[in-house]
């Protein structure tokens, strides 16, 4: 639906480490890519995008140099036809209708402007859909990032970031899950989740070998029922989840092709009815180029995990293995290949509680900058066992495709579509599967920048 936003983070909502499968540095808060969000505003905003984008056609380039900084600006809009057949997410048998049709209108205003001593950044993505059948669900969608790096000194950066969003799309496969905003790897009640999160963090080159890296940051996940909407389903409303945490990481650089490095993170959990959470994670990190087209990353350590006793829950403490694994192989230019796994404590989301997560994900992907024809191949098979023992286990698949025609510099076609199947141990407990399938037609009013995969 959206055009491809990847910020390799996790911070909140739901503390998977599955984003750090992924390799390389995490920003400092956790957004990944849009979902579909809903304000009150609507359209209007749009029309003030178009108009933003018109004005700027004859004076901006996608990428222009200028004396000084330099401002990137790749904006698009996108008219759409989407069918689902389950909009409820989870198995609803009181349902009379649960497929339907929407129409929608998408935007996506990326900014960046590099300045000698930084970057600036703003990221704007919005979805406006109207459905056939279910009124109720007719919703506009928001999500909103901007994020400050400054080069303090020559061996030093500070960064700051946030992000705002609301959504209510679920168990869409990504290159990494959006804790920060709710984009939820389990299927759940369908409901509207409201995000904030905000994070401080920096860098400092210790020696060529050396570097140091720390950050803070916090978030709030508040999830409500939609207004005029009930499913009738025995499924999970999604918990209130307020969130902290602490990170900082050393690495060492042992040669040009092998870094080697540890971690400790610090995580507290605020949540509805389970009470307070608290996570320390110490670990070993490392970073293994196999090559010129392969790299192999990974973590390896452990994990205390404490929580007092909530509205229904009692206290308890646990030690677990933190396991994250992630390669990256790139055959020719232009198509990539990533396979991730990995085991990590989690707190809030779908499944009540806190659990552990077991996550396998893999993608491939094709955007030639001499082609075009730019695709897409994803998913996920993930296991949550919770800390409580009463509580099922659930099971989910989801598989995500999509391909891009672009007939001319400023138009593409695009077709997209996702299926998601989960089971839980116990029949009929929070089980359910949807698909959908969605055609664009997408306009770049500054010509499509088709980007090397290699």
């Known amino acids: 639906m959206f055009e491809d936003v990847r910020i390799l983070s996790s911070c909140c909502g739901d503390a998977s480490a599955v984003a750090k499968v992924q390799g390389g540095r995490p920003r400092v808060v956790g957004p990944l890519g849009a979902t579909i969000l809903k304000d009150e505003r609507g359209p209007s905003f749009l029309a003030a995008a178009m108009l933003l984008v018109s004005l700027c056609g004859g004076r901006l380039s996608a990428q222009q140099d200028v004396r000084g900084p330099k401002l990137q600006f790749n904006p698009s809009l996108a008219v759409g036809y989407s069918t689902t057949d389950n909009v409820n997410y989870l198995d609803d ?33 919005g979805s406006w859909t109207r459905y056939s059948d279910n009124g109720t669900l007719d919703n506009a969608a928001h999500y909103l990032e901007t994020g400050f790096n400054f080069e303090a000194t020559r061996r030093s950066t500070f960064r700051v970031n946030g992000v705002y969003a609301l959504t209510q799309q679920q168990a869409v496969p990504r290159e990494a899950p959006d804790f920060v905003t709710g ?19 920096y860098g400092l080159e210790i020696d060529p070998t050396w ?34 945490q602490a990170r900082t990481r050393f690495d060492r650089e042992r040669s040009e092709r092998f870094t080697l490095g540890g971690e400790y993170q610090y995580s507290r959990f605020d949540l509805t009815d389970e009470g307070v959470e608290v996570v320390h994670a110490l670990s070993t990190t490392w970073n293994r180029k196999l090559g010129r087209k392969s790299t192999l990353a990974g973590e390896l350590g452990g994990y205390h995990r404490s ?52 996550t396998i994900q893999a993608f491939l992907t094709g955007n030639h900058e001499n082609s075009r024809l730019v695709w897409e191949l994803g998913g996920y098979h993930s296991v949550r ?22 007939i001319q ?21 929070a089980e359910g599967q949807y698909y959908s399938a969605t055609l664009n037609c997408v306009w770049y009013p500054l010509g499509r920048t088709l980007v090397s995969g290699g």
């Open 211 to 244: 570097t140091w890296d720390t950050n803070i940051s916090g978030s709030q996940a508040q999830a409500s029922p939609i207004d005029g909407y009930q499913d009738g389903t025995s499924g999970l409303a999604r918990q209130d989840t307020n969130s902290f």
């Open 385 to 406: 066992d919770a800390s409580d023992g009463t509580v099922p286990t659930l099971e989910v698949l989801s598989l995500t495709a999509s391909v891009e025609h672009v």
């Open 183 to 201: 984009d939820e790897l389990f299927l759940g009640e369908r409901q509207e989740v409201r995000a904030y999160g905000v994070g401080l963090g």
């Open 307 to 358: 929580s007092d006793a909530g509205a229904t829950t009692t206290s308890y403490q646990a030690d677990g293995v933190l396991v994250a694994v992630s390669y990256s192989y790139t055959p020719v230019t232009g198509l990539t290949a990533r396979l991730g796994l990995s085991v990590a404590p989690t707190s809030g989301g779908t499944l009540q509680g806190t659990s552990t997560n077991r």
């Open 93 to 125: 048998p009181t349902a009379s209708t649960s497929s339907d049709t929407s129409t929608q209108l998408t935007a996506n205003l990326p900014v960046e402007r590099r300045f000698r001593t930084g970057t600036w950044d703003l990221q704007y993505l």
């Open 409 to 429: 510099a400023a138009v593409g076609l695009r077709l997209q579509g996702n299926r998601a199947d989960q089971v839980s141990d116990v029949d009929g407990y």
